[in-house]
């Protein structure tokens, strides 16, 4: 099983909402990650996850909050979004954080 | 800046022959060199990868070659299917101060288009 599933497909929300993003892999990997892709632009790391612990936070807005609650889940808390935050969000994964990353289909958020 | 630069937006091969796709990075200190095929409103697909230890490594139809003191790695495919058409982009990790911690640093990618 190389799969990395992420709910929503697709999220449209207003600027007050509070909305959560989910990931899910079950290959035993313990290195996790949240990358923001905005259209015809390469994808940009937001946040890495080792083991469980925030290891990597690219100056994101708090507005982003991310929680890795055990191995195999990864969520992405939004609060008070802005318009320009509609992008395609990917989560990816790895074995540990020197192998090769396995991508999900992303979640293509909206932000009204 | 741009630390990974992918200069050709597009390519267009006919089915059959070799599709290469070239990579140019700035930062030394990356060591491990990826690639990856995008579909449409699908996540990046892994392909194949490059320790900067070694110079080639080859994979089926895929190889991937890596220059380090040109920091240049290119993407050979052969031969070319209709399916390959789709979007790839080259990435690089361990350019920070996390070391192999790092996520990865993409190019912007490279439309790859294969004509019957």
């Known amino acids: 099983d190389t799969e990395v599933t992420q709910t929503p497909k697709h999220l449209v929300m207003g600027m007050t909402n509070k909305k959560s993003l989910k990931c899910e892999q079950h290959?035993?990997?313990?290195?996790m990650y949240w990358y923001k892709q905005k259209a015809k632009k390469p994808p940009e790391l937001m946040f890495v996850?080792?083991?469980?612990?925030?290891?990597i936070n690219e100056s994101v807005p708090s507005r982003f909050s991310p929680e890795c609650p055990n191995s195999s889940l990864l969520n992405l808390h939004l609060h008070a979004l802005q318009p320009e935050d509609s992008a395609l969000y990917l989560c990816?994964?790895?074995?540990?954080?020197?192998?090769?990353?396995?991508f999900g289909p992303g979640t293509r958020l909206t932000v009204t | 800046d741009q630390q990974v630069k992918q200069n050709s937006p597009s390519l267009s091969v006919q089915e059959g022959r070799i599709s290469i796709l070239n990579c140019d990075y700035t930062n030394s200190m990356f060591d491990y060199f990826l690639w990856y095929k995008k579909y449409p409103a699908e996540g990046p697909t892994f392909l194949i990868s490059?320790?900067?230890?070694?110079d080639k490594n080859e994979d089926g139809r895929f190889t991937v070659f890596l220059n380090k003191s040109a920091k240049h790695l290119s993407l050979h495919i052969v031969p070319s299917q209709p399916g390959d058409s789709a979007v790839y982009f080259c990435?690089?990790?361990?350019?920070?101060?996390?070391?192999?911690?790092?996520?990865?640093?993409f190019g912007k990618g490279t439309h790859l288009i294969i004509q019957p």
């Open positions: 990816a994964s790895s074995l540990t954080s020197n192998y090769e990353q396995y």
């Open positions: 990435a690089a990790r361990g350019g920070g101060p996390g070391g192999g911690a790092d996520g990865l640093t």
């Open positions: 490059i320790s900067s230890i070694k």
């Open positions: 290959m035993g990997h313990r290195a």
């Open positions: 996850y080792s083991y469980e612990k925030l290891s």
